[in-house]
């Protein structure tokens, strides 16, 4: 037999002896648990968020946009006067109203009038808000669109943390009872998801003749902590 058949015939053998699953090396499969923990904290919201604005109607649309540019402006100098926080323009916006029973085509035609809408937003202390709604209503806004209660950004970020704390104790806690139960333990923490979300309470409010009580509630700050581990 010459020589480069028998080196042939050593890789050959040597192939099949390492791909055999009786020789080969036995890799047990990681063992992993997912779980995961939820943290939770509540705390009392200090100001307020109100979103509101100017809606007017006219026969045009130069009309429409002048009464609502008016009052607009109106409306901004009021809330200036009374040092709101984070003034600022969300929407302008003028469009056709139809009359469905002239609808066609034509450019004009079926165009019963039209509607200009400038919409605010602004912070202010909660005890506040009402007097600074009904101020409002009165130097021309005419819709409130939404009321968002808020705490005090220092106390959320400590609230932030404190609910991230509560998740991964909570996912930690719940990883140990498991095994424990199976006489196992965790060996090393593989892999960490964090979600964190926050919410407050959103009033929806109508227009009042009377003084607007506004009444702030909670926000509460959510985190989830999924933990795999390998045991």
Known sequence: MSMPYKKLLCIAFAAVFLSSPLLAQNVEPSRLLHVTGRGEISLPTVYTEIRLGVDRHAKTAGEAHREAAKESDRLVRFLKSKKVMDLQTTGISLQPIYDSSKLSSASEVGIREYRAVNTVVFRVKTEDAGTVIDGAVKEGASRIDRLTFLPELAELEKARKEALRRAVSDAKTQAET??????????????????????????????????????????????????????
Not at 182 to 188: D, V
Not at 214 to 231: D, E, F, I, S
């Open 178 to 231: 498991v095994l424990s139960v199976l006489n196992l333990s965790i060996k090393e923490i593989v892999q960490i998801h964090v979600d964190e979300s926050g919410s407050g309470p959103i009033l929806q409010t109508e227009m009042r003749m009377v003084q607007t009580p506004v009444v702030g509630g909670n926000a509460t700050v959510t985190a989830r902590v999924t933990l795999q581990v390998k045991y």
